[in-house]
């Protein structure tokens, strides 16, 4: 039994590993007047 409850944990484990870096792909939307800046990963002002 403790066999199978490990090989089930290896098993799921990238799983939830891809689940996470999935999430942080998201679409930055800013406010007008600014726009994203990925190197801080934030909005920053739009100087004109």
């Known amino acids: 039994m403790r ?3 490990t090989a089930l944990a290896l ?3 990238p799983t939830f590993a891809m ?3 999935a999430s942080d ?3 930055m939307t ?3 007047g600014s ?3 990925s190197a ?3 909005c920053v ?3 004109s």
């Open 30 to 32: 800013c406010a007008e």
């Open 45 to 47: 002002p739009v100087s």
């Open 11 to 13: 098993f799921a484990a």
């Open 19 to 21: 689940a996470e870096c």
């Open 3 to 5: 066999i199978l409850l």
């Open 25 to 27: 792909k998201q679409a």
């Open 40 to 42: 801080s990963r934030t």
């Open 35 to 37: 726009a994203y800046d």
